[in-house]
């Protein structure tokens, strides 16, 4: 993190979060450079801790031009480099932009991920489109990592409660604002209250009523009242819950 403006950047985001009494934050890098800027943000700030991973859709292309073994590597390198590290994600399947001839590849680099996770016994953060019941074929063939998130969570009710069933953490995102998303809220509604976090996914996904605006982290209190309004929760309780899911799922506090 040598380049002064990008710094600056980074200490605003961080400061305009902080405002809003968000004070922690998973940075996830899904390609080796993003990877690579993840782990030095989190070296460089308490409050941030690293995951790294490629994205499903780097996989295909990385495969087609003989490199995805390197990249793989490469990502295991950065998984062990630090204790700063705490998640091998995002990664998972993704049908939505991947076409027949490009799954295999993205299949090939799931399972080294999970096996990546549960070999250096960091938390799976999965990025799952469109592919829900091949995602959960996958991790019931090889057996999940003992703490498995799936990020942005998209699925309907029944694969939320198959989620919870299997130990998993369910993180939502500005997404349960939308208009069109009722079977996010649907899926929202019915998991426990342990086992929910909440994202940003930014730039993406920023919630009502701040469409049209790069999403950040101090945007995060809009999704969440949106959350405890779907759960008739009380909003501090609901706060109070996400606290402490995010230290079960990401290996203890920090910061």
């Known amino acids: 993190m040598d380049d ?27 390609d080796l450079p993003g990877a690579r800027w993840a782990v030095a943000a989190a070296e460089a700030h308490d ?16 495969a087609a031009d ?17 204790p700063r590290v705490r998640a091998v994600g995002e990664t998972g399947l993704d049908y939505f932009r991947t076409g027949e001839d490009g799954l295999a590849a993205q299949h090939e680099s799931f399972r080294a991920h999970i096996a990546m996770a549960k070999k250096h016994d960091k938390t799976l953060v999965i990025h799952d489109r469109d592919a829900h019941a091949d995602v ?3 991790l019931d063939e090889v057996g999940a990592p003992e703490r ?6 998209s699925g309907h009710a029944d694969f939320a409660r198959a989620c919870v069933e299997r130990g998993f953490w369910l993180s939502y995102a500005g997404t349960v604002t939308f208009k069109n998303a009722q079977p996010v ?19 993406f996904l920023t919630p009502t009523p701040h469409r049209g ?43």
Not at 4 to 29: H, K, M, P, W, Y
Not at 68 to 80: R, T
Not at 185 to 203: H, K, Q, S, Y
Not at 213 to 218: D, T
């Open 4 to 30: 002064s403006a990008e710094q600056l950047s980074v200490l605003d985001a961080l400061a305009r979060a902080r405002e809003v009494n968000v004070t922690r934050i998973v940075q996830i890098g899904c």
């Open 47 to 62: 409050v941030i801790i690293a995951g790294v991973a490629l994205h499903p859709n780097e996989a295909p292309r990385l």
């Open 66 to 82: 003989g490199e995805l073994d390197a990249a793989l590597a490469e990502i295991e390198s950065l998984v062990a480099s630090s």
């Open 136 to 138: 959960l074929a996958v």
């Open 148 to 153: 498995t998130v799936m990020h942005c969570f």
């Open 185 to 203: 809220r649907d899926a929202l509604a019915v998991t426990p209250m342990d086992r929910i976090l909440v994202e940003t996914d930014a730039p």
């Open 213 to 255: 605006k790069p999403n950040a982290s101090y945007l995060v209190p809009t999704t969440v009242r949106a959350m405890a309004q779907v759960l008739d929760a009380d909003l501090a309780d609901l706060c109070a819950a996400i606290d402490a899911n995010t230290d079960a799922a990401f290996g203890g506090t920090w910061g």
